[in-house]
């Protein structure tokens, strides 16, 4: 009978050199183990398996265990097989066999070569080690470190460079005429160009609350004031018709005639008295008001008479005027935008004139157990802090009217003694489809004997 082929193993003694870490030496280390190499029926090399340190070892063939003229023996079970005889043959298979051993100290790996019994050698420092260092553990977690600052640095300077390119403009807040705020951009003329500076640096709205908030501040010092220094006695005479006519200018909704009455009668003096006052300065910061009268600065004032006489396509022309007041009044804003009237603003002309006509008028029904010259001092107050809100109306984008026409609700012998504040325009001069009411009128009632 044909004899079957069988497998046959071949036996290696080998001795397997380490190092072993004892404090800062390391110390050589041998140990014997047997290395086992099996081919199967075909005559081809099985995995060898290296047994003998604390676990067994499997290397494929051609990466497996180094042996030099090994010990072989043959199990008799496994008759018939050849093991490798040559060094050539043997130096096909080659591994490092790597050992761990526990110390008193730090847990250290170690690598060694496999070499014959019959053979020197020394350890392999060619080959990867697990074995690393304090010093050098210490020099990667440094290099590590450092090398992620640099990248951290790296992102964060490109995130804040496109930040801001992205970034808008700061803003900073600047007062306006003593009340309320307005908020004034600054912007990079490299970024946005000339026009986008100019549009980005005008000053913002004030709010519509803080111009209400004014208007009732002003209503409010002319009421006081009449009460405190004005009386309701009889007097001789009669009002002095020049000084009137210079109060009754425009279209003031009384004629001069019956505002006269009504300064005559101690029953409707007090709110006749309201009225002029009222209607000299309110006149006179609207902005039809003739150059001449106006507290509103005079190259503003004759510019507007200018323009209302010039005839423009009406769909254009409130959005023109609308940036020329902002451009206007941001150029002009530190002439004029100031909390108080200087010895040198052209305005004071005009507001020592309203104070001698409203005096001339208003003198015969001065209370004389009152400081006349305190009298005069607190009516040019209210004369200059309204210039001072006619110039803030003024610098709005919006267009902003005063409202003197009695409503229909508001029936007969009624008399509108302070106007109504109201938005016409938007920011860029469109017409709103219904005025907005910043601060209500006031209005007068029971007067139907008189007017």
Request: glycine share 8%.
């Amino acid at each position: 009978m044909p004899t079957s082929p069988v497998e046959s193993t071949t036996s290696f003694e080998v001795e397997v050199l380490t190092t072993v870490n004892q404090g800062d030496t390391q110390v050589p280390s041998a140990k014997n183990i047997t290395v086992a190499q099996t081919r199967n029926a075909n005559g081809e090399v099985l995995p060898i398996r290296a047994s003998g340190i604390a676990t067994d070892i499997a290397a494929p063939e051609g990466k497996g265990l180094s042996y030099i003229n090994p010990k072989t023996t043959t199990s008799p079970a496994f008759a018939g097989a050849t093991p490798p005889t040559t060094p050539n043959e043997a130096n096909q298979v080659s591994v490092t066999i790597s050992q761990t051993r526990s110390t008193p100290r730090p847990t250290a790996s170690s690598a060694g070569s496999l070499t014959s019994s019959g053979n020197s050698t020394t350890p392999n420092r060619g080959q990867n080690s697990n074995n690393i260092s304090s010093g050098a553990a210490a020099g990667i977690g440094v290099g590590c470190a450092i090398a992620g600052a640099l990248i951290a640095a790296a992102i964060f300077i490109l995130f804040f460079r496109r930040r801001r390119r992205r970034a808008p403009a700061r803003s900073d807040a600047i007062p306006l005429n003593g009340f309320g705020s307005v908020e004034k951009t600054i912007a990079s003329p490299e970024s946005i160009g000339p026009a986008g500076m100019i549009e980005r640096n005008l000053p913002q709205p004030v709010e519509d609350q803080a111009l209400g908030g004014e208007m009732s501040r002003l209503k409010t010092a002319i009421k006081n004031h009449v009460q405190s220094y004005y009386h309701t006695n009889s007097v001789k005479g009669s009002v002095d018709q020049v000084a009137l006519g210079l109060i009754a200018t425009g279209n003031m909704p009384l004629i001069a005639s019956t505002l006269g009455s009504l300064l005559s009668n101690p029953v409707t003096r007090m709110t006749a008295i309201r009225f002029c006052i009222t209607w000299t300065v309110i006149s006179r910061i609207d902005q039809n008001c003739d150059p001449n009268l106006s507290f509103l600065p005079r190259e503003i004032a004759n510019c507007l008479v200018s323009i209302s006489s010039t005839r423009d396509d009406p769909s254009t022309k409130p959005g023109f005027m609308s940036r020329w007041r902002a451009f206007t009044a941001a150029l002009l804003q530190d002439r004029y935008g100031g909390t108080t009237l200087t010895a040198s603003d052209a305005r004071n002309r005009n507001v020592s004139e309203a104070l001698q006509a409203l005096d001339a008028v208003l003198d015969p029904f001065a209370d004389e157990q009152r400081d006349n010259r305190e009298r005069l001092q607190k009516l040019e107050e209210i004369l200059r802090r309204s210039a001072r809100f006619g110039f803030t109306l003024f610098s709005q984008p919006s267009l902003l009217e005063f409202d003197w026409n009695t409503p229909p609700s508001a029936g007969r012998g009624t008399l509108v003694v302070s106007p109504a504040l109201t938005q016409v325009t938007d920011d860029n001069g469109r017409r709103l489809p219904r005025a907005r009411v910043l601060e209500e009128q006031d209005i007068a009632r029971g007067l139907e004997s008189y007017l």
